[in-house]
Nanobody, 126 residues
């Protein structure tokens, strides 16, 4: 059974940092694009960042560019999201996602991802 499990969420003051981690089990995702999405209360799920299968290309939403960094460790089957200079508007449940197709570049559309984690809450206080 394939599982994606996020960790690292929590409560932080504005300007602070958090590092999210997503651990995959049940299959390897070393040849699959991975992404992070978030959903705030009353809002649709939105793209945050994506990374291609090799880690050589990354993509970010404009709202997080320059503050967030996505990375992956294919040997450990994990993907991370370093979040710096956090703002109250970053408050949301953050989800890790994996594309089942091989050697993809990564996508901003949640429809291109086949596996999802349960989410981890990030709350940024002002």
């Amino acid at each position: 059974q394939v599982q994606l499990v996020e960790s690292g969420g929590g409560l932080v003051q504005a300007g602070g940092s958090l590092r999210l981690s997503c651990a995959a089990s049940g299959r390897t995702f070393s040849r699959n694009a991975m992404g992070w999405f978030r959903q705030a209360p009353g809002k649709e799920r939105e793209f945050v960042a994506a990374i291609n299968w090799s880690g050589s290309s990354t993509y970010y939403a404009d709202s997080v560019k320059g503050r967030f960094t996505i990375s992956r460790d294919n040997a450990k089957n994990t993907v991370g999201l370093q979040m710096n200079s956090l703002k109250p508007e970053d408050t949301a449940v953050y989800y890790c996602a994996a594309d089942a197709d091989l050697y993809r570049r990564g996508s901003q559309s949640p429809n291109d991802y086949d596996y999802w984690g349960q989410g981890t809450q990030v709350t940024v206080s002002s």
